[in-house]
């Protein structure tokens, strides 16, 4: 019964932020907190009031992007499947690839902002899954240092190593950086491997090194989901040199593009 009431008013509160108007919702917001959902037997905590991603979860109790989602735990399901999620946040993705995915699977989740390391690490303790998804806490890059990881607006999800507009930044924190080829080794251990990617922009710093070995012989992962919405900040055409790596478009959307090497 308790449930019930709490979903209950939050359904209710979810109505009126949509109703609501501007100054509505901004009230709404000055008293939210954390708060847990639950969907397709996944819980998850999300503060909606710093992270789209937690926001659109919040709002409509499930995570944004689920066809893109629902596509790659297709390709996951019930297999011993290694996932490297770049860009994870708070696990909108980690989490139900983690659940998703057979015996012996493994999820590294990269995530470099140490306020969603907490929240990541948080959602991944709820979902039990400690012994399947391992979260590191640093940027990608093309190369081992550091980079300052810049903030933007009051949306923590949208942190990225590209500058971002001096109206749009609110500050930033230096983190160290990697090569991606120093975590893809263990893809050998598994029978399917998966790449996600949503870095706001830095995708072709991150990507163009694995390609370019992939082009010569070297590793590349059988599915490659990749946000391109910040397409044109790129400097060369990443999803053309993706396709020249054997790869075929099964998917397009939600700001997305999902490819499949054939």
Same mark, same amino acid.
């Given at each position: 019964?308790?449930?019930? #009431?709490?979903?209950?008013?939050?359904n209710a509160l979810r109505k009126r932020y949509r109703d609501g108007s501007p100054a509505e919702r901004a009230r709404i917001n000055e008293?939210?907190?954390?708060?847990? #959902?639950?969907?397709? !037997? #996944?819980?998850?905590?999300?503060?909606?009031?710093?992270?789209?991603?937690?926001?659109? #979860?919040?709002? !409509?109790g499930y995570p944004p992007e689920l066809r893109s989602l629902l596509a790659l735990v297709e390709l996951v399901e019930e297999k011993n499947a290694f996932v490297l999620d770049i860009g994870?946040?708070?696990?909108?993705?980690?989490?139900p690839l983690g659940l998703a995915c057979g015996t012996g699977s493994r999820v590294v989740a990269f995530e470099p902002n140490p306020v969603m390391i907490g929240r990541l690490g948080q959602n991944i303790r709820l979902n039990d899954l400690a012994q399947r998804i391992r979260i590191e806490g640093c940027a990608l890059s093309d190369r081992d240092g550091e980079a300052l990881l810049h903030f933007r607006g009051h949306n923590y999800g949208q942190a990225s190593l590209k500058r971002v507009r001096k109206k749009q930044r609110t500050g930033g924190v230096l983190v160290p950086t990697r090569p991606l080829s120093a975590f893809t080794d263990a893809a050998k251990n598994h029978d399917v491997s998966v790449l996600k990617i949503d870095v706001e922009g830095a995708e072709e710093m991150v990507m163009t090194p694995l390609l370019t070995e992939g082009q010569k012989g070297g590793w590349l992962p059988d599915a490659i989901l990749i946000e391109v919405r910040h397409a044109d900040q790129w400097d060369s055409d990443l999803c053309a040199m993706i396709t020249s790596c054997g790869y075929k478009t099964t998917f397009e959307g939600e700001g997305n593009a999902l490819y499949r090497r054939v």
């Open positions: 019964m308790i449930g019930q #009431i709490q979903t209950a008013e939050l008293t939210l907190g954390p708060v847990e #959902i639950e969907f397709a !037997d #996944i819980r998850m905590i999300v503060d909606p009031r710093d992270n789209y991603t937690e926001s659109c #979860i919040w709002l !409509d994870a946040n708070c696990g909108a993705f980690s989490i």
